[in-house]
């Protein structure tokens, strides 16, 4: 009986995630940020190579600001913490309907009920903290801001064409 539950429960764990990772790549095609993410990726590669040469010469190299992400948009955070909030309920009542549904193939699955509330608490948290960025904005705790800055709540920035030749006088004057 554990088998019969267990194996198809867990098959539709996987046809949901590989669903949420279609989604998410198909999202960020969508987006234009595509060429920034790469800049940046090429950014944090040629900052790590250099950064592991000074180490070894025995000196200590700050980090750029340009590694760290800024804020984006008060209604980018909203528009995020409405549009999850919606999939989260949404995951909840998806998997109470799966639970119910007497000819579907998770019928009176706890595994059905417990993915569908586990997903959708997890998407209302960070609704909640998306919508906690768009209200507070600014004038957020560090902590939140340590979120922004180190994940993908923030915007990447790129340096500028200043701070390349800011850069390269400062090497010229040392």
């Not at 999202?27 to 595509?34: E, I, M, T, W």
């Not at 800024?70 to 009542?93: D, I, K």
């Not at 709540?153 to 010229?172: K, M, Q, S, Y």
């Amino acid at each position: 009986m554990t088998l019969a539950v267990f194996f198809p429960s867990l098959m539709g764990v996987g046809i949901l995630i590989s669903g949420a990772l279609l989604l998410s790549d198909w999202v960020r095609r969508l987006l234009p940020q595509g060429s920034v993410r790469r800049k940046h990726h090429v950014v944090i590669g040629t900052y790590g190579a250099i950064a592991e040469t000074v180490d070894a010469a025995g000196y200590h190299l700050e980090e750029p600001w340009f590694l760290s992400r800024g804020l984006r948009e008060r209604r980018t955070y909203l528009l995020l913490a409405f549009g999850l909030a919606l999939a989260g309920v949404a995951s909840a009542w998806i998997g109470i309907e799966f639970y119910r549904d007497p000819l579907g193939l998770f019928y009176q699955s706890p595994w059905a009920v417990g993915i569908g509330y586990g997903v959708g608490a997890a998407l209302v948290l960070v609704a909640l903290l998306c919508a906690f960025l768009g209200a507070a904005y600014r004038s957020s705790p560090k902590l939140v801001m340590r979120l922004v800055t180190d994940t993908s709540l923030g915007r990447i920035i790129l340096p500028t064409e200043e701070d390349h030749e800011a850069a390269l006088d400062n090497v010229a004057k040392e």
